[in-house]
């Protein structure tokens, strides 16, 4: 089926820089607006070499007041470990921080989950009363999450009293095609009409990532793009790596979608 001819993004280029396996909706959903969309991933999401801690955590699935699951990355890392020997307790809360990772949950059976309505980041997901500091003394979660991650939900949840299991089931890193890739796309050999105008950034580490890899002549021509971020700490990062046209917009591919619909206005 050919790309409409009329829609909100008709004549817009837009650069998805989420991993791989993690961008179908937002890319059908640019094509879908009449806009062309370009998946290039920025990070590698890969497996950490020891899942001791994990395996520690399926041990004991029951005694916990909630397992926190810190990214969709995290629950398709775990799953297979923790319902290895047993199924899911269906009694037991998930919490995340987003609606990516709610999805995911749900698609594998999970029906009791707490996300924040909005605010989908750690400090979201701490402000839910499930998290309540009288809700949380002398209770036990579980926290998974990805190698050299933010530590609020963890010493959040040990200042309310909570005791705290934590495992790193995936570390990311620099994807290794993203620099060549991007060299190839932002080339001399392709007109203006054929480079992409705004790059969607859903994480500031791989926006980090990708610049301190970047050579020069690349990070030159990657920081003429705008960029469409869904948390301030991604505008402020990219702000500290020299872009001027940076656009906050709500979490989610379906807070960035909402966002697109008026982005030629």
């Known amino acids: 089926m050919g790309q409409p001819l009329t829609g909100p993004l008709v004549g817009q280029h837009i650069l998805v820089t989420r991993p791989a396996g993690q961008a179908a909706k937002l890319v059908a959903g640019i094509e879908g607006l009449g806009g062309r969309a370009t998946h290039i991933p920025f990070l590698a999401i890969n497996p950490v070499a020891d899942y001791h801690a994990i395996e520690e955590i399926a041990g004991r699935l029951t005694d916990y007041q909630a397992c926190v699951f810190v990214s969709?990355?995290?629950?398709?890392?775990?799953?297979?470990?923790?319902?290895?020997?047993?199924?899911?307790?269906?009694?037991?809360?998930?919490?995340v921080v987003g609606p990516g990772t709610a999805k995911a949950l749900r698609q594998l059976g999970v029906k009791r989950i707490q996300q924040p309505e909005a605010q989908f980041d750690s400090e979201g997901l701490l402000a839910l009363p499930f998290f309540a500091p009288e809700h949380c003394k002398r209770q036990r979660f579980a926290l998974i999450r990805g190698v050299g991650g933010r530590d609020l939900i963890a010493s959040a949840?040990?200042?309310?009293?909570?005791?705290?299991?934590?495992?790193?089931?995936?570390?990311?890193?620099?994807?290794?095609?993203?620099?060549?890739?991007?060299?190839?796309?932002?080339?001399?050999?392709?007109t203006m009409q054929d480079r992409p105008s705004a790059m969607i950034v859903t994480s500031s580490?791989?926006?980090?990532?990708?610049?301190?890899?970047?050579?020069?002549?690349?990070?030159?021509?990657?920081?003429?793009?705008?960029?469409?971020?869904?948390?301030?700490?991604?505008?402020?990062?990219a702000h500290g790596l020299g872009f001027e046209q940076v656009r906050l917009c709500d979490g989610g591919d379906d807070g960035i979608l909402n966002f697109l619909q008026t982005y030629n206005e």
């Open 72 to 95: 969709a990355n995290a629950v398709q890392s775990a799953w297979p470990t923790l319902t290895d020997q047993r199924p899911w307790p269906e009694k037991l809360t998930a919490a």
């Open 157 to 190: 949840l040990r200042e309310r009293g909570a005791l705290v299991d934590e495992a790193s089931v995936y570390e990311r890193s620099l994807d290794s095609r993203a620099v060549g890739v991007m060299q190839q796309l932002l080339g001399a050999e392709h």
């Open 205 to 237: 580490e791989s926006l980090q990532r990708f610049m301190k890899a970047a050579p020069e002549l690349l990070g030159q021509a990657i920081r003429q793009l705008s960029i469409i971020a869904p948390h301030e700490r991604i505008v402020q990062e």
